[in-house]
């Protein structure tokens, strides 16, 4: 087993939200949650590998066709093969096949 997590760098300054659940979530430190988990991990012998989230909300995770126009808001709608899916899950499917690790 291995545990994929997205590479979460610069969140604050790419992320444009404006609600109180994402503000809430903002003040969490991704680097201080990547080290609990990487600490836990660790203590399972599970290695945990950053992967480049670079297009993995706009992929198609059943045909693998690319596009911005495949996502509207929280839905994922490939508009080559029609798979339907919450984006968020689409994309973490996406991560979790994904080979390309972070720089």
């Not at 997590?5 to 790419?14: C, G, H, V």
């Not at 203590?43 to 495949?70: E, R």
């Amino acid at each position: 087993p291995m545990m994929k997590l997205e590479q979460l760098d610069d969140i604050r300054s790419t992320c444009r939200s404006l609600k109180q659940a994402d503000r809430t979530i903002h003040s969490w430190s991704f680097y201080q949650l990547k080290q609990f988990i990487k600490e836990r991990a660790l203590k399972f012998n599970i290695p945990v590998v950053d992967i480049n989230p670079y297009k993995t909300s706009q992929t198609c995770f059943c045909c693998k066709h690319a596009d911005k126009g495949n996502r509207h808001k929280e839905t994922f709608k490939c508009k080559k093969c029609r798979y339907k899916n919450h984006a968020d899950l689409n994309a973490a499917n996406n991560i979790a096949i994904s080979t390309s690790l972070a720089v």
